[in-house]
């Protein structure tokens, strides 16, 4: 399974953006995904899960309450709405399945400026 992540950008603290990530293949829809990220310097970490049918999520503690993930089975793509972006939330975002199956895809760079 090849994935692409798009959406990321440069944003002010305090801002939304979304970030999407499309699968290449349809096993993506009996898997639990999950959005990660990795700032400059420190170790990848998962942040948020959704389970295959989208009906359970789970999110890292830092983004709890902020960010929103979601996915469509249809379109073999994940999403994650990130809202009140804090500059801590700086770091490029990566999907994946949970736990890890496939190789990492580019990335998309989410800059928070203060």
């Known amino acids: 399974v090849q994935l692409v992540e798009s959406g990321g950008g440069l944003v002010q603290a305090g801002d939304s953006l979304s970030v999407s990530c499309a699968a290449s293949?349809?096993?993506?829809?009996?898997?639990?995904m999950a959005w990660y990220r990795q700032a400059p310097g420190k170790q990848r970490e998962l942040v948020a899960v959704i389970s295959s049918g989208g009906g359970s999520t789970n999110y890292a503690d830092s983004v709890k309450g902020r960010f929103t993930i979601s996915r469509d089975n249809a379109k073999k793509t994940t999403y994650l709405q990130m809202h009140s972006l804090k500059p801590e939330d700086t770091a490029v975002y990566y999907c994946?399945?949970?736990?890890?199956?496939?190789?990492w895809g580019l990335g998309t760079q989410v800059t928070v400026s203060s």
């Open positions: 293949d349809s096993t993506f829809s009996i898997n639990r």
């Open positions: 994946n399945a949970d736990p890890i199956l496939w190789n």
